[in-house]
């Protein structure tokens, strides 16, 4: 199973490291395969650095991507997590 | 981190501080760092073990910062613990922990210099970020890194010879605090972004007697540790990722440096004179104007090949005719030189345009380069052209035109340098009046057709590094056949031979600017040959000079013969070797052997 869906990155700071470990800490406790897209350069979801490198600022956009029997429950708590702007401001 | 983008070569230019020539691996400079040695494994087992050692130093950091941060959440501190989680999984991140070892086999390296090298990496990603607070992430990265450094540092590698290689050493600047901190034996040169003549790194450099270049003001951000670079102390010049080519040429550049500096330069000046009266003019090779001061210090007498490769590969658009004008500038009718030769661009195509399939030539020494691809993008080559006409305006120039394998192209050559300064005589621009023009003779076709080329042309030049590469067919810089190349193979020599005899038949000069003008094994051979001129690395100017000084024309006349009754190459080389050791003991002491 697919499922994707884009979400916007609105909290003050975007991606930094904080967000970005909640981010991974989420996706990896999923057995789906799970990619984040930005500008065309799509990225392994569960990486630490490579979420990092992709330098999402505030007002980015990301599109999640997810492969697997979970991809729909992934995506619904991943996007659950930017919307709430990572627990921040 | 995208792929391992093919390696551009960088020049930079700063203030020689320290003078000398130095090749190596850069080490980046962070004054927060640990210093981190470099050794290279020499075995497969090594790299394993190597491995094994970053992989439990993982482990081992891991542990810690779970350690750490149950500690923490004893205290009650909740706030700070989700970093230590950050670093948990950046360390834990597979192509971290890959791209590390990886860089442990590929490279052959220690675990330590190959962690270097993946920070390195990523903080190159990071400093492109435009967010502040996004960029400033690669701290976490590297506080990782120090972490598994510090654990790395625990556990001994099982080498025997464990002293760590030379490396040169890249930073901001060297304060006296980092001289002291460091291990500072284990630099072979410095170059730094900032300082002058009297910094503190100037001064360090000197004491310990290795090259220097500061004030290059963006070295720390255009290297990184692992990359090949030259660093050139006397003019100033530091050259990341050279090609092959260059590399080599640095190489010897390197070598008459530590012999020149065995002798004494205080006669350079004198001419190059044999004792019955035969004068050679001699000549310096050089690619930077920052050259000249060192080409007048060791004796040239006018420069006798000014390669112009760099104008085009150390940047990101074309030169314009203004750039490629200022360098010809600088160069031509300066004080103390008779004459300067610049020879036009000879290179491939590829150092032009980034594309790719220009690249993928299977044979690039033999194909679309040099003259060849200037007659192909004649827009392109007016452009320089232009440029050396007007520069030509004041002083005497040569313009030299490189791979010239027939009538056809010096004449379609000469065609397009006389529209240019037609054309620029009609915009009101001055150029010189007498330009004299020569070919490169380094084709073997050339040297059959030498009678016709010389009716063309004001001078010929012999190039000898791709003449004897293409004569005996051996690509220079493959280390599996390079024990064919033989400067004085009987057929070189002959080559050698027909090419001065056909110049001086149509009463035209014949110079030397290859690597053997410079080699001083060669210099009594090369008078017995007539050559009129000479052209080498300044550095080996002066003991040219001396042995031609020391030497007559007659008894090298005589040398030549003997040795043209040899067969075998090798026979040659070594009558020629001993004859200069015995005529020539003080010059030969120093490099006994391994000309």
């Known amino acids: 199973m697919v499922e994707i869906k884009t979400f916007d990155i609105i909290n003050k700071f975007g991606m930094h490291a904080r967000p970005a470990a909640k981010l991974v800490g989420v996706a990896t406790q999923y057995k789906s395969k799970i990619y984040f897209e930005r500008d065309g350069q799509q990225i392994n979801g569960k990486s630490m650095l490579s979420v990092l490198t992709m330098a999402c600022p505030q007002g980015s956009r990301i599109t999640i991507r997810a492969e697997g029997r979970d991809a729909r429950e992934a995506v619904k708590a991943l996007g659950k997590v930017i919307e709430d702007k990572f627990g921040e401001d | ?595």
């Open chain 2, 1 to 595: 981190m995208e792929n391992l983008d093919a390696k551009r070569t960088i020049v930079l230019k700063g203030v020689g501080v320290s003078p000398g020539i130095v090749i190596g691996k850069a080490y980046l400079f962070d004054r927060f760092d640990t210093q981190v040695p470099l050794y290279h494994l020499k075995n497969k087992t090594l790299v394993s073990q190597e491995v094994r050692r970053f992989k439990t130093a993982i482990k081992e950091t891991e542990i810690q910062l779970q350690e750490l941060k149950n500690k923490l959440s004893d205290l009650g501190g909740m706030e700070p613990l989700y970093i230590i989680d950050v670093h948990i999984m950046i360390m834990k991140d597979r192509r971290f922990i890959d791209t590390t070892v990886q860089n442990i086999r590929e490279q052959a390296v220690n675990a330590e210099w190959a962690l270097r090298i993946t920070i390195d990496k990523y903080r190159e990603i990071f400093d492109k970020m435009e967010e502040d607070y996004l960029r400033g992430r690669i701290s976490d990265i590297q506080f990782v890194g120090q972490g598994i450094l510090r654990n790395l540092a625990g556990k001994k590698r099982e080498t025997a010879q464990d002293i760590g290689e030379a490396v040169i050493l890249v930073a901001k600047e060297l304060s006296p605090a980092d001289t002291a901190q460091i291990k500072i034996d284990k630099f072979l040169g410095f170059a730094t972004d900032f300082g002058g003549k009297t910094s503190h790194t100037a001064i360090v450099a000197q004491s310990m007697g290795i090259p220097a270049v500061v004030g290059l003001e963006k070295i720390t951000r255009e290297v990184k540790t692992n990359d090949d670079i030259i660093i050139d102390g006397s003019s100033g010049v530091v050259i990341v990722n050279p090609d092959p080519e260059v590399l080599k040429r640095y190489e010897g550049k390197k070598k008459h440096y530590s012999d020149v500096k065995a002798i004494s330069i205080g006669n350079a000046g004198l001419p190059a004179v044999t004792q019955d009266n035969y004068r050679v003019n001699i000549g310096g090779n050089i690619e930077f104007t920052e050259e000249i001061p060192s080409a007048l210090e060791h004796g040239a007498e006018n420069i006798g090949l000014y390669r112009t490769e760099f104008i085009y590969i150390n940047r990101e658009q074309l030169p314009t005719e203004e750039d490629h004008f200022a360098h010809y500038r600088s160069i031509v009718g300066v004080p103390g030189l008779a004459w300067t030769t610049i020879r036009t661009f000879d290179l491939g195509g590829e150092k032009f345009f980034s594309d790719p399939k220009l690249g993928r030539e299977m044979n690039p020494q033999m194909g679309l380069r040099a003259i060849r691809f200037c007659l192909k993008e004649i827009e392109l080559f007016k452009v320089q052209l232009r440029a050396i006409a007007r520069a030509s305006y004041y002083g005497r120039t040569r313009l030299l035109f490189p791979m010239i394998s027939g009538v056809e192209e010096i004449r379609q050559a000469k065609d397009i340098f006389r529209g240019v300064c037609d054309q620029l005589i009609a915009e009101g621009i001055p150029v010189g009046q007498d330009v004299e023009i020569g070919v490169m003779i380094e084709v073997p076709a050339a040297v059959i057709i030498a009678d016709e080329l010389a009716k063309e042309v004001d001078f010929f030049s012999i190039g000898t590094n791709d003449l004897i590469q293409y004569a005996l067919a051996i690509d220079r810089v493959n280390e599996r056949v390079s024990y064919l190349y033989e400067p004085l193979h009987p057929a070189v020599l002959r080559l050698l031979s027909q090419i001065v005899c056909a110049g001086h038949e149509a009463g035209i000069k014949v110079a030397m600017c290859g690597e053997m003008a410079g080699e001083p094994a060669y210099t009594m051979i090369l008078l017995g040959l007539e050559l009129d001129e000479l052209s080498m690395t300044p550095s080996a100017i002066p003991r040219i000079k001396k042995i031609i000084r020391g030497s007559t024309r007659e008894e090298s006349k005589q040398l030549l013969e003997k040795v043209k009754t040899f067969s075998l190459a090798a026979e040659i080389r070594e009558y020629v070797e001993g004859y200069m050791r015995e005529r020539f003991p003080e010059e030969f002491l120093i490099n006994n052997g391994n000309s």
